[in-house]
């Protein structure tokens, strides 16, 4: 299996008041609308006396055809989150307040069930094949899953964005 990395470190911070479980379901959601199939590398969380500091690896993947598989790996680190209530047009809200570093890396992933990895001859005639007979499958593919990290990004920033509250100890 060849894996060629298309977005490489896109970074994100965010620090200031958000919906801790709408967070956690943001992101799921908007994998499965796009069809892809969900898969949680890691799930961390350790309370410490400042916060909760919350660690998730993720790395969601959408076959492409037989032969190819996009990639997203996308680390979650949230630190020192707890939380507050907030007052806005007069009701009580309970927010979380803390520091979110999202990193997204998004893959193609060629020979997705490693059948041509045993053999030489296979091995380099689909190298060959990607490198000049498919080349613009493949980079349709890359723009498919740049688009689609550009995306999550986005609407992270956005969700992120609404919570323009202050907080008041």
Same mark, same amino acid.
């Given at each position: 299996?060849?894996?060629?990395?298309?977005?490489?470190?896109?970074? *994100?911070?965010?620090?200031?008041? *958000?919906?801790?479980?709408?967070?956690?379901?943001?992101?799921?959601?908007? *994998?499965?609308? $796009?069809?892809?199939?969900?898969?949680?590398?890691?799930?961390?969380?350790?309370?410490?006396?400042?916060?909760?500091?919350?660690?998730? @690896?993720?790395?969601?993947?959408?076959? @492409?055809?037989?032969?190819?598989?996009?990639?997203?790996?996308?680390?979650? &680190?949230?630190?020192?989150?707890?939380?507050?209530? @907030?007052?806005?047009?007069? $009701?009580?809200?309970?927010? &979380?307040?803390?520091?979110?570093?999202?990193?997204?890396?998004?893959?193609?992933?060629?020979?997705?069930?490693? #059948?041509?990895?045993?053999?030489?001859?296979?091995?380099?005639?689909?190298?060959?094949?990607?490198?000049?007979? /498919? #080349?613009? *499958?493949?980079?349709?593919?890359?723009?498919?899953?740049?688009?689609?990290?550009?995306?999550?990004?986005?609407?992270?920033? &956005? /969700?992120?964005?609404?919570?323009?509250?202050?907080?008041?100890?």
């Amino acid at each position: 299996m060849e894996r060629y990395i298309i977005v490489d470190h896109l970074k *994100f911070s965010y620090e200031g008041l *958000f919906n801790l479980s709408e967070f956690y379901n943001l992101i799921p959601t908007w *994998f499965y609308d $796009k069809g892809y199939d969900w898969y949680e590398k890691m799930n961390q969380e350790l309370v410490t006396p400042k916060g909760k500091q919350i660690k998730l @690896v993720l790395e969601p993947w959408k076959n @492409v055809g037989d032969y190819n598989a996009i990639i997203m790996n996308i680390k979650v &680190n949230l630190t020192d989150v707890k939380d507050v209530e @907030v007052q806005q047009d007069n $009701k009580t809200l309970q927010l &979380n307040q803390g520091l979110i570093r999202i990193t997204f890396d998004g893959y193609v992933t060629t020979d997705r069930s490693n #059948r041509m990895k045993d053999n030489p001859f296979l091995w380099l005639l689909s190298i060959l094949a990607d490198k000049y007979f /498919y #080349r613009s *499958f493949r980079k349709k593919i890359e723009t498919w899953i740049k688009s689609d990290v550009d995306d999550l990004h986005e609407k992270i920033k &956005n /969700y992120l964005n609404v919570y323009k509250y202050q907080y008041q100890n």
